[in-house]
């Protein structure tokens, strides 16, 4: 009797720690799990920002390459209005943002890359417009 009693008062301490262990390592898997799906939601977030910003880049960088291109060689003496070739300069001269990618250890450097390529893509939109208006003053004030 004095045996059972001495493993009997082992037995609750061994399986309370049993339990906060497998506890504790349910909690890591779920913790992990939940955090990497943040992750990747995250990551997927960052890389539809990034096809957008390169759609927008591509069709500046279109009008920048054609019509505006074809439109910064005309001279003082082919427009009728001179100032139109004055704003097409500087709408052609404006820093574009740099590129970034999305390579980023957790899902708060995701979420920054996200938000850098999305002002990234609004820049573009921006000044795709400006550009174009640009361009058709030129092309307006032909002689």
């Known amino acids: 009797m ?3 009693k ?4 082992w037995l609750v301490p061994v399986i309370a720690v049993v339990v906060v262990v497998v506890l504790a390592v ?5 913790w992990r799990a939940m955090s990497g799906g943040s992750v990747e939601s995250a990551k997927a977030a960052c890389m539809e920002a990034s096809d957008a910003a390169r759609v927008a880049t591509n069709k500046y960088n279109g009008l920048v390459n054609g019509d505006a291109s074809t439109a910064a060689e005309y001279t003082e003496d ?3 209005d001179a100032s139109t070739l004055d704003a097409l ?3 052609l001269s404006a820093e574009t943002p740099t590129y970034v990618s999305c390579a980023a250890d957790d899902a708060a450097g995701y979420e920054a890359v996200t938000e850098t ?3 990234a893509t609004a820049w573009y939109e921006s000044h795709l417009d400006s550009l174009q208006e640009a ?3 030129v092309n307006a004030s032909l002689k």
């Open 89 to 91: 300069n500087e709408a």
């Open 26 to 30: 349910a909690g890591v898997f779920v």
């Open 135 to 137: 361009v058709d003053a």
């Open 2 to 4: 004095a045996e059972e």
């Open 6 to 9: 001495k493993s009997n008062k």
């Open 117 to 119: 390529l999305n002002e």
């Open 78 to 80: 082919d427009v009728t």
